[in-house]
C-alpha cells in the first residue's frame, strides 16, 4: 500500500555566521514527480523567498563634513571609504526579522579610530537583528562623530532605489539597489527504487532563516500558485450546478418556485450551524453574512476577495462549504418529493362490504 509523501529533515549544519546547511527527503513518490516537485522547489526557493536587506540609508553626522553636500562619490574627512563603498558594504549586512516588513535601524555615535562593524548597529526592536556582528562597513582614521538612520525591507530578487517605500523621505538620503538573495544554494537528487523514487533536497541559506523556514516559505508559495485555479474551478462548479437547475426549471414558474422553496430554507440556517472555522465565521459574522441564504448569495469568490481578514485558503474553505451546502439542500428537496411521491401512489384497499361477509360461499361446481 502506498503512503502519502513525507518530508524529512535529514542534516542540519551552520557552517559559519552567514552560512546555514540542511538536508531533505521526501518520499515515496511515483516516476516521475521527483524531477516535476524538485525543479518547482528550487525555482520557487532561489527566486520566491524574501529576505530582509537595507534599502534606504541617511547619513546625519559624518565628522565635520556638511552632508548638504553629500553625493554617492562623496569622501568624508576622518573615514577611509567614500559613499558609495559605505553603501555598498550596507549591501552585504545580513538581518534576521521574526516578521516581514519594513523596520528602522541606526549607528550612533561613534567617536573612535577604528572599524566600525555590524555590532554597532542599534535595531529598533527586537524583530530584528544583524546575523553577523563582524560584518565590515567603515573604517574611522581620526577621531569624529558618525551618525546614521537606514531602513530594512523584506524583499526578493532585484529592484530600483525607487520601487519601495521609505519612512519620511528627507535630503541626503540614498535608496538602495541591491539583489536580494537570502538562499545562497539549492540542489536535489533523484534515487529510484522499483516503480517509486525518492527526492533528496539541499538547501544553503545565508543566515536570514533557516533552511527548514526556507522550505515552508517555499510551500506556502507553490500552495498560492495554484489557489486561483481552485477557486475558478470551484466557481465553475457552482455555475455548472445552477445551469442544470435553471435547464430542469425549464422556464416553468411552478417549478421555479419550488426550487426557491427549497433554498429559502437556508435564511433560516445559521453559519454556526456550518462546518467553518471559529475564525471564518467571524470574519462573515463581520461582514453581515449571517445565514446560509447569505452564503449563498453574498459569498462569492469576487465579494469574499475584498473582504478584510480572509485569505485565499479560507475563501477555497468558504466555497466548498457553498458547493456542499447547495447540493445538500437540492438532495434534501429530492428526498422530500420522493417520500411524498410515494405515500400518494400507495392507495389503501376499500373496506370489503360487510354484506358480503353473510353471503355463503359459492359452489365450486
Known sequence: MRTTPRWEYLESQIQGKRNYYGRFSLSTLKR?????????????????????????????????????DLHEFSTIPGIQESIHEIIMNLQQIVFRTKTKGLYEAKIMKIESIGKVTAKHI?????????????????????LGTVMMRFEVTSNRGYYTSESWPIINPERNGFGISIGTFPIENVNFSIVEHGDQES??????????????????????????????????????????????????????????????????????????????SPRIYNCLIRHNVKTAWDLLNKATATNLQKMDGITERDIVAIQTVRYNLSIGLALQNFRVEFNSGEETGSKEKPPSDPEDDKKPPSDPE
Open 32 to 68: 516521475g514527480q521527483g524531477t516535476t516537485i524538485g525543479f518547482l522547489i528550487r525555482r520557487i526557493l532561489l527566486a520566491e523567498v524574501l529576505g530582509p536587506s537595507v534599502t534606504y540609508v541617511k547619513f546625519e553626522k559624518l565628522n565635520r563634513f556638511k552632508t548638504d
Open 199 to 276: 527526492l533528496f533536497l539541499e538547501i544553503s541559506t545565508n543566515g536570514s532563516l533557516t533552511p527548514k523556514e526556507a522550505l515552508l516559505e517555499a510551500s506556502k508559495h507553490v500552495i498560492n500558485l495554484f489557489n486561483p485555479f481552485t477557486l475558478e474551478l470551484l466557481d465553475a462548479d457552482m455555475n455548472l450546478y445552477q445551469a442544470e437547475v435553471d435547464q430542469q426549471l425549464g422556464g416553468f414558474q411552478s417549478e421555479r418556485n419550488r426550487f426557491d422553496t427549497t433554498f429559502g430554507i437556508a435564511k433560516y440556517i445559521g453559519l454556526e450551524q456550518l462546518d467553518l
Open 122 to 142: 542599534v535595531t529598533q526592536n527586537n524583530d530584528i537583528s544583524v546575523v553577523d556582528p563582524d560584518q565590515y562597513l567603515f573604517t574611522l582614521t581620526e
